[in-house]
């Protein structure tokens, strides 16, 4: 099992659905404007914006980034307590509770997607009860980041060996790439050539988020073709 | 030399011990406040939330980073200097080498405490430190952070056992001059000496395994924490030069650190007659070899980035250069070099004042150098969306302002229990060349056998 993730530019709108879904999913708290403006919002998924050209002649290109799941990646060896660290089936896992927050890990990523909790999380009521069971709360003071929606990839792969069958392409889908209606993120299993993010993710139009650092990141952006 | 000024200086030096005047307290009160106070603004920090101070997305790292490194960066002052000088033997140290000690000391104890306090949950520091647990988890040994935590505490016991060998000779002055608690307290501390011959070659053979030991643990101090950026994919952090530019600038701000004690010392202690001009004039002329020095770092970082032409790298270097950043940056160069290199490099100007004038210059400079180092990286990394910048809160400021007061506190309360000359080592210094190779079977030059 190799985890991966396709985005195609083409298709994000750039809607914002995909980080929505991911508070939701994940128990990110929101931090309101103020902080917000501080650079404490936490959005493990981002859609960035880039402009090119002049008024009126404008092109407006979306970008969703989420953490690259790097199989090299810088957070990992930095970090002093292994809060940071590489699992068997390559996903970047950020271990909460063994965090004790030297927020290296976040300057080493040349993504800045790992995002540290300033404060602890708060919910106004009733948003509490909306909190999803499989997913821990972290306190203040430790790094978060995506995680490929681990508790959906266990969960599935845990169902899956109980009904004693293999994993079928496209049975997991992380909270983004759910509620994507563009279906720009394809979510799925590097290993297998014949799965959907493995065909998408050797299209020409593909690359690496930063390539060249040498971290060799898991997710690859479909280019636009205008 | 004469009993009669071996008695004199014993009456010079022990004078702080013996007496004390109003001002000791009052700068005891007025620096132990500035401490409280930025204690009480850590315990908030740590009860409100990290949130308090002006780190944020994606500058994790601030004034309180910056203040680690400047602080072990000062802390270079005293054992490498005072352990070089003792290597060649060169007789004006003798005045010189406890004060530098001492700063190397405190510095490494207020430096250390940042990691510490920089922490988003402090409470579990102790996750650093590799102790056998019942989970079976050690420190991850590949993280620079956990060399720091060994680099600091090897340096630590090793400056801490550099400054309190050659303190043995004199905690037996103080203990056969008084009487009581105190001289419980200094026979203590002086662990049996009696000043036999014996015993002195120990001393001296025991000073020398140090001062050999502690140089290449100093290098590797300030190396280990230059790896804490140049080990990171940061544009202008992954530089081959950063080990050398650090142990450089770190040696460089610890003898203007050390030229500002002295200056105080010699004026709040009555020490003139100790700590002459040409003390002064000889650390002012390392200053100016550590300014060139620094100057020439300097100027080949930048210029390899400017030629490399790195683009991410190019975006902070302009930034530096000639945007947001470049006051800051002309500060650090104007403060670094300009001035101590015209103050230090024309006879002229080399007098006391013109040391701690070239020396206070310094202090601002290399902190700025490390910050300048530290945050327009973090805020200019690759993707241009996720750039940030930077603003301190007064958490921050407090903390990282009181370190000065900090050390103040703990200068001044040493002081008044330590001679901060080294009186052995003065009177030592009147027989010529005869003090570190004491002959074994001789009687030692020292002669004095305490009863």
Redesign the interface.
Known sequence: MKWGMTADLDRCNGCGACVTACHAENNISTVGADQASRGRAKHWIRVERYWEGEFPDVRLTFRPVMCQHCENAPCEPVCPTYASHHTEDGLNAQVYNRCIGTRYCANACPYNVRFFDFFNPSWDKPLQLQLNPDVSLREVGVMEKCTFCVQRIKATTNQAKAEERALVDGEIKPACAQACPAQALVFGDLDDPESAVSRLSRSSRGSKLLEDRGTQPKVTYLGRQD | MSLASHQRINADLLRPLRHTSWKFYLLVAVFGSIVLVAVSAWLAQTY????VTG???????GFYVTSFVFWIGISHAGTLISAILRLVDAGWRRPVTRCAEVITVFALMIGALF?II?????W??F??FPYPSERL?W??F?????WD?FAINTYLTGSLLFLFLPMIPDFAVVRDMSTGFRRRVYGILALGWRGTTKQWHRLETAMQIMAVTIIPVAVSVHTIVSF?FS????PMWQSTIFGPYFVAGAIFSGIAGLLIAMAILRRFLHLERYLQPVHFENLGKLLLLMALLWGYFVFNERLVTYYGNEPSEMAVFWRTQRESFAPLYWTMVVCNFVVPVVLMGIRYFRTMTGCVLASVCVIVGMWLERFLIIVPS?GH??????Y?IYRPQPVEIIVAGSTFAAMALLYVLFAKVVPIISIWELKAGDHQGRDLTPPAAEEHPLGEIHP
């Open positions: 409100l939330g990290f949130g780190i944020r997305w994606p500058v994790y790292w990691p920089h922490l988003g949950r402090p579990l520091a996750w650093l988890i420190p991850n590949r993280s620079p952070l956990v935590f804490d080990m990171a994919p940061v973090l990394k690759y993707l241009p969306y996720s940030g």
